[in-house]
């Protein structure tokens, strides 16, 4: 089970589309950002859920003469997407951070380099925090979904604009 299985099933959920298709929704909705998923992993992820039933595709004339292939969900795909759904909104969640790995290593270098570091993960986060508040205010009408996980990744930024700021003190006290 992966948060990809998840993704690819959900948007042929949504609507019948091509492989190419979800791929385009997947980058115009960041989801790379948000979940483990990765754009050239949606190909081939496709075409094992279609080997495995859970999708089937029906050939069709594309633009240019070309044929595309239009993947639509089967009830056994439903099934499986509600149980991969209920399964992963049981597991407790993973956070994992890209900084873990300086905050980790501070101890190598010395005192006032890690604090330079420490600073620089304040202002990425920082950064983010900024972003995602101005996209909740300028974009009023990002569908629910959408908005749930902005206003997730802004309180989660709050939270760790806290945490960041106590190791900083933290650590100059040490």
Known sequence: MSSIDIIVLG?????PRSAYDIQKDVEEHNLPEWTRISIPSIY??????QEQGYI?????????????????????????LESLMTEQS??????LLDFNAVICNLNKVDKPAALVLINNIISGIEESKRYYHSVLTEHADIPLVGRAIMEQQEKVCVTLLEWAHNLYESYKEE
Do not use: S
């Open 56 to 80: 089937e595709g029906d050939e069709t004339a594309g633009e240019r003469f070309a044929t595309k292939i239009i993947y639509h969900i089967t009830k056994k795909g439903r099934d499986y």
């Open 90 to 95: 049981l597991k407790p969640p993973k956070v």
């Open 11 to 15: 948007c042929v959920a949504k609507k």
């Open 44 to 49: 081939k992820k496709v075409l094992r859920l």
